[in-house]
Structure formats: C-alpha cells, structure tokens
C-alpha cells in the first residue's frame, strides 16, 4: 500500500478520513474477539454522527 497514512480512501473521503485502530487484519476483522472491538469503534462512529 503506498498510502499509509489515508489506506487509498483519501479521494473517496470527500470530507476527510478518520482511521480507527482495531485489533486483527482483512480475514479477521470481524472474527471474535475483533468483532466485539469493531462494533463498538464503529457504533461511536456512528452515535458522534447521529448527534451533529
């Protein structure tokens, strides 16, 4: 990968990028116990959106 920094989302993101740092990689993120730790970053993620 040569973007480190925004993982090639960068031109998608129209309005910026937040990268979360969740244990496990593509073929375990959502295998337990990573699961559990992506539910919550990405519920976070979502209540701080649901409340602007």
């Known amino acids: 990968m040569d973007d480190y920094e925004f993982m090639g ?3 998608f993101a129209l309005k ?3 990268v979360h740092e969740i ?3 593509h073929n375990t993120i959502f ?3 990573n ?3 992506f539910a919550i970053v990405l519920q ?3 209540d ?3 409340n602007q």
Do not use: F, I, T, Y
């Open 23 to 25: 244990p496990g990689e």
């Open 44 to 46: 976070k993620c979502l």
């Open 31 to 33: 295998a337990p116990p």
């Open 16 to 18: 910026g990028v937040n």
């Open 9 to 11: 989302w960068k031109k």
């Open 35 to 37: 699961d559990k730790e």
């Open 48 to 50: 701080r959106v649901s």
